[in-house]
């Protein structure tokens, strides 16, 4: 395959309209790179980049506590009053209990004295047990479950290496997350679609968890690498998605939903809620178990190298990786857009989808998404739902 570069360039007459440097706050720390499942739909180990074989599988104690630091004089630096770091992997919950332990002290340490540090973890949750979350408890960190749904849902892609599920280990998990003195450390449940999967059998398994959020997931795909089953039936993601959703709005909305929530704020003229709606500025970065600084994780199902900086915790400041060409691309807002995303009636709610789902070898990311007519119908969806809300007096800037 040809490579594009990481990002097309901006054009010189357009570079003083994008701010060189400004502050990052949500920051990825991946702590561990090797995962004790083999889902066959990760990003990470099944798509284009193989970036991780060469990675250490666990960020050491120098690296966390560079990272810490460079965070934390970020912070001091820009006087944000917030920043939010995501442990992640790989699978976070490889690293131990002590070690992890260690990360959590480090951060709270070098940041609590400068802003609210936001302290979240992402986990598979197989290895979820009550010592660790005595341990987020100790040190305010909040979960988050990837869950696909009932057991055939889930296990269809989420397995061990072996072929095993792993369903039954994350209901364990989200057993102790619902117990009242773990309740609050509860973030959420992310869940992958699946078209394959009954909307409404996952929808419902997902509810039956009482989770305080869910999220739903666009699997990473590109114009190179296009979604499964997505020749054969014309908007599969949307059609799965908008049952769900006439679910959840007739039953009043019993949770929050990230992504129709996100929807709907942008159609009330608030701002989006994921990074994957609207046309947003990109304010995180990942930092690698060896210290390198990345863009953003699902850029690795372009091309190998794709989320590359060059830079890393030890030579270079957050300033500087904010001002790198492929951040600054992706703070240029419309002009980011190839000219079919800038034209469309639904730019201002689909901002063209996630970035990495534009890619295609011949021209890089200035393409429309390859979810395109999914979100074209979804988003289609959520205006005439949103119209509806209005004209009952029930929609706001923060969604339903
Ligand atoms: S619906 Fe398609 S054309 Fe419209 S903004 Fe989204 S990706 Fe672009």
């Not at 309209?17 to 083999?38: E, G, M």
């Not at 190179?224 to 997505?230: E, G, T, V, Y």
Request: proline content about 6%.
């Amino acid at each position: 395959m040809t490579q594009a570069g990481p990002s097309r360039s901006i054009p010189a007459s357009e570079q003083s309209d994008v701010p060189a440097t400004t502050s990052l706050r949500q920051f990825v720390v991946k702590v561990h790179s090797r995962c004790d499942l083999a889902c066959d739909h990760c990003y990470i180990y099944q798509h284009a980049d193989r970036s991780w074989r060469d990675r250490p599988p666990v960020m050491s104690r120098d690296v966390v506590a560079q990272t810490a630091g460079r965070i934390a004089e970020h912070a001091a630096d820009h006087r944000l009053d917030t920043v939010h770091v995501i442990l992640h992997g790989g699978e976070p919950l490889l690293v131990g209990h002590a070690r992890l332990r260690r990360i959590a002290e480090e951060f709270r340490s070098a940041l609590d004295r400068h802003c609210r540090l936001d302290l979240r973890i992402q986990t598979n949750a197989v290895r979820l047990d009550a010592r660790f979350c005595d341990l987020f408890q100790e040190y305010g960190i909040k979960v988050g479950v990837s869950v696909d749904g009932d057991s055939a849902a889930h296990d269809r892609h989420r397995r061990f290496a072996d072929g095993r599920g792993s369903h039954d280990r994350v209901l364990r998990a989200v057993g102790l997350l619902r117990q009242p003195r773990y309740r609050r450390l509860f973030a959420g449940l992310l869940c992958t679609i699946d078209p394959e999967n009954d909307p409404l059998r996952t929808y419902t398994a997902l509810l039956e968890l009482d989770p305080p959020k869910i999220d739903f997931l666009f699997p990473h795909a590109t114009w190179d690498a296009p979604p499964p089953r997505l020749s054969q039936r014309r908007t599969p993601y949307a059609d799965w998605l908008i049952t769900i959703a006439d679910q959840w709005f007739t039953t009043g909305c019993p949770v929050p939903v990230r992504l129709f929530d996100s929807m709907l704020s942008l159609l009330a003229g608030g701002p989006s809620l994921v990074e994957s709606t609207g046309v947003v500025s990109v304010d995180h970065v990942v930092i690698e178990t060896d210290g390198t600084f990345e863009q953003a994780d699902s850029l690795k199902t372009a091309y190998h190298g794709a989320p590359s900086t060059g830079m890393n915790v030890f030579s270079h400041s957050l300033d500087e990786v904010a001002a790198h060409p492929g951040l600054r691309e992706r703070r240029r807002g419309l002009t980011d857009l190839c000219s079919t995303c800038r034209s469309c009636p639904m730019v201002k709610v689909c901002g063209g989808g996630l970035y990495a789902h534009r890619f295609r070898s011949e021209n890089g990311f200035d393409n429309t998404s390859v979810y395109c007519l999914d979100l074209l119908k979804l988003t289609s969806y959520f205006q005439d739902r949103f119209r509806l809300l209005r004209q009952s007096g029930q929609a706001d800037t923060e969604g339903a």
